[in-house]
Structures are given as structure tokens and as C-alpha cells.
């Protein structure tokens, strides 16, 4: 759904009454989407039908000889914003903007594995406390984020101060301390090796004061590399990521993660993949998170068909635990 039709307007962009009108280039951009969802058998589905319409704007324009940007995003139109960004592109010196959900730094490359749909993860079950193997240590809430490219390879950091919990006025509120992550991603043309794609990232955030540890704040560290190769219609991908938690009794998340997509045609798309997360728990046996998805998709012009089947067993570290999503979606983007 990012390949939005978009419809192209001219708008006034709003001011403060001290502040010069700025003329501003506004686009509309949408997408609705229906989904059957079924459920693991031990799971209350209720009605198995949704429909999701999602409205994004965005507004740009030259101020002081550099363009300023405006995104807002929201999910079930009219219902609220879900994400929004307000960007500075500033040439040579790169991107400096603030975002509220729309996706900065390491979170933006949480999982590059190919896939056909959605990721092999979707719609699995999250115990408390777990990040479900991916990594991004601050966030897409309240942070700032940087974003340029130098000699093929693009840096994109993101930083926050206090929790990534906002008030309905944007200031930080609940427990956590501040956060800093960035990934670096680049292409193997520079060594002669076509169709590479490739990015690592690290990340640290103070989780908060613990009680074996009074008035110091432990830190919880994020890392990832990935790699994918592209060879003629089929795509084949590799990922590696640790979460290491500073809380009292918390797990080590050790993620090892792969996958293969193939384009049969223009239209239609196929997509298997694994993926084990070994729990390191701090006080009991290391449990060993086992998953597997496959993934079909479909385009018609605007109009996507897709459908995924994920399954796990020992979900989120707990032995015996198993659960599965199966979802067939049908979107229609203007």
C-alpha cells in the first residue's frame, strides 16, 4: 500500500498570524482494506471480516530556500492520526525532522527478510515484556531523526529524550529514560556485486531505575545486521538480531531469520520464510521461539489480493505455546 495514487491539489499552507503564508503543495493519498483473519483454534476470532480505510496527507514547500515537509497519516479514516512527520531537507547537510510513528532509525530496518505479504510474524501473539525479536531501542514516537547519504551509504539515526509515551499535548510522560539508535544501509555496487542489499544497526536506551540497582539507570542494547541478494526474479535474504534488556529478569533476545521471495510474473508473487528467537532467560532454561510463514500476493493496478499463513511453536519463550494467523486481504489504493 505505499504505491498511493496520488491526487494533486494547491492549498495555502496554514500560519500563525505573524508568520508569512507560505504556498505549499498539498497530495491526498488512500487505501482500504478488507481481511479475513482466522485465528489459533484456542483464540476467540469473532467476526472473522474487517476493513481498514487508511488517509495520508502530505504538505511541502520552500521556506528560507529549504523544502519543509508535513506528513500525517491516519488509520480508519477520520478516526484520529496515527503517525505524522514534520521534515527539513536541507540539501547536502541532509534531513532533520521529528517524528510521531511514521518510522526512524534502527526500527526501519526491524526485519528487511523478502517477503510477498506480510512478515512471517504477523499477527502472532506478543508476551509482555518481549519485543517479539525486533529491534529499534527508540522508537518511532517523540524522536528526532537524521537522515543523509554519503558515497552510496545512507545513515538514519533517531533520538529521544525521556519515554517515548506521549500526552495529548506531545510531551513525554510514563517510565523510561532516553534512547539513541541509527542504521546504516547500503548496496554491493561498490564492490562489483549487483542486486546486494545490506544495512547493520545499534541502538541503546536507559530502561528505567532498577531495584537491585537504586538511582542507576540500566541500559537495554539493540543490534542487527541483514542481507539480501536479488537474482533475476527471486530474492533471498538473511537477518541476525540481539535485544539485550537491562530490567531485572529480563530475557536476551537472539534472532536468526531468513527468507526467499520469487516474482512468477508482473502480477503475481510467492514468499517462504523461518525464524527462530532464543529466549536467554535470567533465571530459568532457554526456550527457542520457532516460526515459519508463506505469503502469496497479487496486483491489479490499484487492486492487491494477498494472503499469508504464519505459525509458531514455543511462542515468545514459552514452552508448548503455539499459535497461528491466517489472513487473506483484498486493498484498493486511490
Known sequence: ????????????????????????????????????????????????????????????????????????????????????????????????????????????????????????????????????????????TGVFNYINSFGGLTLNVAARSGSGTRNSDGASSGSGGSAMDGAITGSGDMMGLDGLSWGVGYGVADSGDQSDNAGVED???????????????????????????????????????????????????????EREIEYGKASATHVTEDGEGIAIAYTMGSMKIAGNRNEVSNNAGTEGSNDQNTEIAVSFAF
Do not use: C
Open 219 to 273: 541500559t537495554d542494547n539493540h543490534a542487527t545486521i541483514f542481507a539480501n541478494y536479488a537474482m533475476g526474479p527471486a530474492t533471498v535474504g538473511y537477518q541476525k538480531s540481539t535485544i539485550d534488556f537491562g530490567g531485572n529478569g529480563s530475557a536476551r533476545e537472539e534472532v536468526d531469520a531468513w527468507g526467499i521471495a520469487f516474482n512468477v510474473n508482473d502480477n503475481l508473487s510467492v514468499s517462504y520464510g
Open 1 to 140: 500500500m505505499n504505491n498511493f495514487k496520488k491526487v494533486g491539489l494547491t492549498a495555502l499552507a496554514g500560519s500563525l498570524a505573524i508568520t508569512p503564508a507560505i504556498a505549499a503543495e498539498m497530495s491526498v493519498s488512500g487505501a482500504t482494506l478488507l481481511t479475513y483473519t482466522s485465528r489459533d483454534s484456542s483464540e476467540v476470532t469473532g467476526n472473522p471480516m474487517g476493513m481498514k480505510t487508511n488517509l495520508a496527507f502530505t504538505a511541502s514547500g520552500d521556506v528560507n530556500g529549504m523544502t519543509v515537509s508535513y506528513y500525517q497519516a491516519s488509520v480508519d479514516a477520520f478516526a484520529g492520526m496515527s503517525s505524522a512527520r514534520l521534515s527539513i531537507d536541507m540539501g547536502d547537510m541532509g534531513t532533520l525532522a521529528f517524528d510521531q510513528g511514521s518510522g526512524s532509525g534502527l526500527a526501519t530496518i526491524d526485519d528487511k527478510t523478502p517477503t510477498a505479504a506480510e512478515e512471517i510474524w504477523d499477527n502472532i501473539d506478543n508476551a509482555s515484556g518481549t519485543t517479539n525479536g525486533l529491534v529499534g531501542a527508540a522508537g518511532n
